[in-house]
């Protein structure tokens, strides 16, 4: 917990700032997330949920990588069509909205966290999932709910027609993505880790 404060605190004191590239560390996959840390921390502290910054910064870098209107891709969590959202602070908005709601359902239904990340990406569903499974995100269990979500609209959800894929033929959402959210976590602590001894 210290940890993710000491973190979110070096980020919100170092947002990437569009005026100054020469900030940017080009080796820096995060960068085009970080600047939009502050925002993320303050739509977070609406809610009481701020100490959440690194995660929801972590999931905006899996979902595209701080590029595009809507970084969160939060468009169909507010009952869009996917992309319909432009703007980066309204997707920002909607994505916090959508982290929160699902936060404190996978709360009340008392599963682990990891489960409440996989439900950002497979939607409010898999907490009830879950919930009935004994509460503890697994991928084989992302994979059979997938699975499940697959069989009610095949045609929908098929990857795209390419049996390639690696989510194939689990094509409902990612059933790895609360593993790589967890990734991405890691992955931005050592980033800034790095930022902090090259100052």
Do not use: W
């Amino acid at each position: 917990m210290i940890f993710a404060f000491l973190v979110m605190k070096q980020i919100i004191q170092n947002p990437v700032n569009d005026n100054i590239p020469t900030s940017i560390n080009p080796l820096d996959s995060f960068a085009n997330v970080k600047r939009y840390s502050p925002t993320i921390h303050d739509e977070l502290a609406r809610y009481g949920l701020e100490e959440h910054t690194s995660t929801l910064i972590a999931l905006m870098q899996q979902e595209s990588r701080g590029r595009g209107g809507d970084p969160m891709q939060a468009s169909e969590s507010a009952g869009m069509d996917p992309n319909s959202i432009t703007d980066p602070n309204e997707s920002i908005k909607y994505g916090v909205k959508h982290f929160r709601r699902i936060n404190e359902y996978g709360k009340e239904k008392n599963v682990d966290f990891a489960t409440i990340i996989q439900a950002y990406n497979m939607g409010i569903g898999y907490i009830d999932y879950i919930a009935k499974k004994g509460g503890k995100h697994t991928e084989e269990l992302a994979k059979q709910f997938s699975k499940i979500q697959v069989e009610k609209d095949p045609a929908l959800y098929d990857c795209g027609g390419d049996k390639d894929n690696f989510r194939y033929p689990y094509c409902y959402g990612d059933y790895t993505y609360s593993e790589k959210v967890a990734k991405n976590i890691e992955e931005l602590a050592d980033s800034i880790s790095a930022q902090v001894d090259s100052e």
